[in-house]
């Protein structure tokens, strides 16, 4: 393209060489290198002047030499006289810091907009953003790309019977994204939700908020009940929860599809034949998603003012330090604090608002995607053991845990095994747009017999070692859509039709 | 003012240099506020105050450690943006060694001038003020917000009076830019001068040297603002042996020694660095012998205190704290 452009950061040239070839062009000439004592230097090595620049950044382990090197080069281009800088960010780097978690935490993903603001930024690309309202962080205007079509039609090209796969969300943060994805490939959706335990007398369900918000069935707590002790006193032969649960749960259904909103919400194509798949339930929760969302964040507050009740297909089980056990494991909860395991596991301590205060997302008010993979925390807190609540019948189908990044394994593999173990999944696809992988997470996904296959895009660089051992790992091509993203921004074409599902 | 009034000196230390912190708060008869910072698996940099500094003057202390300076310098931006948000009074960046200082102007084409982004950065992120040390005059002028660039001059000038008779010294500049500090220092001991003048083809690559002044029989002090590899010194210390200098020894500012800078020190004729605390040394002393440190943290304190208590600053200039 005439006038144009584009500059691989240190992070992913190979992801940019592929958008220069989409569009037909070689990558501009820079040297990027540190001084000895660690700061960055940057050298642009062709003219920029009145030029449209645009400038490929990705996440990194040294995620903050990235971005100074990214900012050095917008400041480099403005002082060059370029006409025009764009800043190409498949993986917006601090994006989960994108609100105030705890007490006198940082906004990390505003200050990051400012900074690249104040570089001499006049556009940003971007693709799925953790948190959609980060867009409003930026003076510039922002095109916050979608990888749902591309993963959505690879979906369709290779997993196999997707038609009957069930999407599940790992938890309840991120419905919006997945039933975003449930609708577009028309499936149906479930969620897995992790509770801390605090006791014994507490059954939490929260799913079960959404659906009584009129009327209270004092019956079902009874049943509940029941379920509890069925669990309880089976817990011996292996699986009981899904077994024992379901015939209760038929008569909780029975009761619960007479209620009047429910047959308002109830209308849904597919699987009509389905008995034991009633689609009028992932209709009501993907319609409801937002209020789930609200009640995760006031889920204390709220189990105080209602009952317990349990719904259709919603399945229990326990995790403790972040996998899945069977009900009759010791608990350390329930009994005494902590006679399990008193080891202190680092994974607790990698996150500040566990320091401050046990209910991280109180000031978190979005309700938006901001809290997905976030939780992560204290799964691993062996202190704390946690309720594990799948709703939704995945029974051998195929199961797409869906979510934006894969950073941490924790929450991907309680979730895998719950789907699995408890929800007797066929199949399981855990997909996400940024593979991040921080740490050992991919060796441990890798490891986990739960998981059949890891899909991500290539907006996060994956380096080759981790690559090459991960025989589960599908990484899809995002230079396309970046390339088209870069070409029509240049031309001032319309970016809509990149948003868009195509149906093949 | 009693205590319990808000507005008190909250002072916050990143993770790059928490002795010097220690030191500072020490001075100032406080403690280092409680905070976290840590990284992410992804090396994501998070940091949260642990303290109220609603109302507070707050003064974050963050040097660069060497071969991690932008890990330092956004961890100083986030600690910088969560006091903002968490509405500080005033906030002061305590910044002893100040980055990319170095690359200050466009000297090639299209070369970025990022000390003048990372003076627009840390405004971003909200600092008010910011106090550092020997940075250029013409850095100071990046900001819009009030700098109080400090001297290590003072602790220099009484470390040449305590140890060693000043008549038998003699300052030397190992580059002409150098030329004005090492001239201020020689002024006030009442010394001789002298001057290398070099060629530098390429950014810590050292070409020839030529002696400028008389340095024989006497102890040739090297006056600089920072020791990087320190192929700068070692090459015009041998300069000033083979001009018949008694010893020579240099007094430098920040000591960054990166790379072979302790090796490099080590084989060469130097006598001895003297460096400031201003950059965390780790276990550099041990490493070489001839390595000297200055407690800078006097100077930082009474900074910090004057201008809490909005007392002019400039008694600094001329004078350390002891």
């Known amino acids: ?79 060059g006289s370029a006409n025009k800088i764009t800043a190409v960010l498949p993986y917006f780097p601090y994006s989960r810091q994108s609100k105030k978690k705890s007490h006198r935490g940082a906004i990390t993903a505003r200050l990051l907009a400012n900074l690249m603001d104040v570089a001499g930024v006049k556009h940003v690309v971007t693709v799925d953003l953790h948190a959609s309202q980060m867009q409003g962080f930026f003076k510039c205007p922002v095109d916050n790309l979608h990888a749902e079509p591309l993963i959505a039609r690879w979906i369709r090209r290779n997993v196999p019977e997707w038609q009957e ?95 009047p909103r429910l047959r308002a919400n109830g209308t849904h ?45 919603v399945t229990h089980g326990r995790l403790v330090q972040g996998h899945v056990v069977p009900d009759d494991f010791p608990s350390s909860a329930a009994s005494v604090a902590d006679t399990s395991v008193p080891e ?37 807190n062996p202190k704390v053991e946690h309720m594990i609540t799948l709703v939704g019948d995945v029974k051998d189908r195929t199961v797409l845990i869906v979510d934006d990044m894969i950073d941490k394994p924790g929450s991907w593999i309680a979730a895998a095994e719950t789907v699995v173990k408890r929800g007797r999944a066929k199949k399981v696809y855990c997909i996400a747009t940024h593979g991040v992988f921080g740490g050992d997470c991919l060796e441990q996904m890798q490891a986990c017999d739960c998981i059949d296959t890891i899909v991500v895009t290539n907006s996060h660089p994956i380096s080759e070692d981790k690559a090459r051992n991960a025989s589960k790992l599908v990484v899809l091509d995002l230079s396309f859509l970046l390339a088209e993203a870069i070409r029509r921004n240049h031309y001032g074409e319309s970016m809509s039709p990149l948003f868009q599902h195509v149906m093949d | 003012m009693s205590a319990e009034m808000a507005n008190e000196i909250k002072l916050i230390s990143g993770r790059s240099h928490p002795e010097l912190s220690e030191k500072i708060a020490k001075r100032l008869g406080i403690e280092v506020a409680r905070t976290i910072s840590l990284n992410y698996s992804n090396q994501e940099t998070s940091f949260t105050v642990g303290e109220s500094v609603r109302d507070e003057d707050v ?44 690359q200050d102007k466009k000297d090639k084409s299209r070369a970025p001038i990022s000390a003048r982004l990372v003076a627009n950065m840390l405004q971003t992120a909200g600092a008010n003020h910011i106090v550092t040390v020997d940075l250029h005059a013409s850095q100071v002028s990046f900001f819009s917000v009030p700098v109080d660039n400090l001297y290590a001059e ?16 003699v300052i030397v500049s190992p580059d002409a830019g150098g030329a004005k500090r090492a001239t201020s220092i020689a ?18 690559v050292v070409g020839r040297m030529v002696l400028v002044g008389n340095v024989e029989d006497k102890i040739a002090i090297l006056v600089d603002d920072m020791a990087d590899t320190c192929g700068t010194l070692v090459k015009a210390a041998a300069v000033l042996k083979e001009n018949g200098a008694k010893s020579v020894l240099a007094l430098v500012t920040h000591g960054i020694l990166s790379g072979n800078a302790i090796e490099t020190l080590n084989s060469s004729v130097l006598e001895a660095l003297v460096v400031t605390n201003t950059v965390p040394l780790g276990d550099k002393v041990e490493r070489c012998p001839k390595l000297r440190v200055i407690d800078i943290s006097p100077t930082l304190a009474e900074a910090i205190r004057r201008t809490h208590n909005g007392e002019s600053v400039s008694y600094l200039f001329n004078h350390a704290p002891v």
Do not use: W
């Not at chain 1, 009640?295 to 259709?312: G, I, K, S």
């Not at chain 2, 910088?80 to 002893?96: E, G, L, Q, W």
């Open chain 1, 344 to 380: 202190e596991d680092p994974m607790a301590m990698s996150h500040a608002s566990s320091f401050f205060g046990p209910q991280p997302h109180a000031l978190g008010g979005s309700g938006d995607a901001g809290e997905s993979s976030d939780e992560e925390d204290d799964l691993r």
């Open chain 2, 154 to 169: 003072p602790s220099f000038l009484r470390y040449i009076r305590e140890n060693f008779k000043t008549e038998d010294c």
């Open chain 1, 165 to 259: 796969a069930v999407v599940v969300s790992k938890n309840a943060g991120g419905t919006k994204r997945v039933t975003s994805l449930a609708d577009a490939l028309k499936l149906n959706f479930g969620m897995v939700t992790t509770d801390k335990r605090r006791g014994p007398s507490m059954a939490p369900s929260v799913i079960g908020y959404s659906l009584d918000g009129l009327e209270r069935h004092p019956v079902l707590d009874a049943i509940s009940n029941q379920v509890r002790n069925t669990t309880l006193s089976d817990s011996e032969n292996g699986n009981p929860a899904t077994n024992n649960g379901r015939s209760q749960d038929s008569r909780a259904a029975a009761d619960v599809q007479g209620s």
């Open chain 2, 187 to 204: 002024d006030h001991l009442n010394t001789a001068f002298a001057l290398i003048h070099k060629e530098r083809p390429r950014p810590n």
């Open chain 1, 1 to 79: 393209m005439r006038g144009t452009l584009v500059f691989a950061g240190s992070s992913c040239p190979e992801l940019t060489d592929k958008i220069c070839q989409n569009l037909g062009m070689a990558r501009a000439d820079a040297e990027l290198t540190q001084f000895s004592n660690g700061e960055t230097s940057v050298r642009i090595l062709t003219s920029v002047r009145e030029k449209d620049v645009f400038v490929v950044q990705s996440g990194s382990d040294k995620i903050n030499d990235t971005i100074m090197e990214l900012l050095i080069m917008i400041s480099a281009c403005k002082g």
């Open chain 1, 269 to 313: 194509s597919r699987n009509p034949a389905n008995h034991k798949t009633p689609p009028s339930r992932s209709q009501t929760i993907l319609s409801q998603s937002s209020v789930i969302d609200e009640l995760d964040e006031e889920a204390e507050a709220d189990e105080l003012e209602y009952n317990d009740r349990r719904a259709h297909e």
């Open chain 2, 59 to 102: 003064f974050i202390v963050q040097s660069t450690a060497t071969g991690d300076v932008n890990e330092g310098l956004m961890e100083l931006l986030i600690m910088i943006s969560a006091c903002r948000t968490a509405s500080a009074r005033r906030i002061t960046a305590v910044i002893p060694n100040f980055p990319y200082a170095r």
